[in-house]
């Protein structure tokens, strides 16, 4: 089991930023992808970023290119996602998850291990 937890959602205006982190507990990370995905109110989740712990080579979806970036402290077994330029649109719960395997990461369904969400709130 992998233990999830997400910190540091909040309220920003547009152009602002946010650096969320997800921490993990319960399993050594070696062998794991972690991403980031959301969902916006009455909306599907869709994926942001991923990041493989161990090589640490990124993914991102087109829609955060140039914005966000993914990152991972090993020693505090902790990922963050450091959000640039903020939109409305990136009004949503965001998401950490963890998956065994390098492929797929960008498929919600392959993620065997979930937090409980952070708000993020963009508006003027």
């Known amino acids: 089991q992998v233990q999830l937890v997400e910190s540091g959602g909040g309220s920003v205006q547009p152009g602002g930023s946010l650096r969320l982190s997800c921490a993990a507990s319960?399993?050594?990370?070696?062998?794991?992808?972690m991403g980031w995905f959301r969902q916006a109110q009455g909306k599907e989740g869709v994926f942001v970023a991923a990041?493989?712990?161990?090589?640490?080579?990124?993914s991102y979806a087109d829609f955060v290119k140039g914005r966000f970036t993914v990152s991972r402290d090993s020693a505090k077994n902790t990922m963050y996602l450091q959000m640039n330029s903020l939109k409305p649109g990136d009004t949503a719960v965001y998401y950490c998850?963890?998956?065994?395997?390098?492929?797929?990461?960008?498929?919600?369904?392959?993620?065997?291990?979930w937090g409980q969400g952070t708000q993020v709130t963009v508006s003027s």
């Open positions: 998850a963890a998956k065994s395997g390098h492929y797929n990461v960008a498929m919600g369904s392959q993620y065997e291990f």
């Open positions: 319960g399993r050594t990370l070696s062998n794991y992808v």
């Open positions: 990041i493989d712990w161990s090589g640490g080579s990124t």
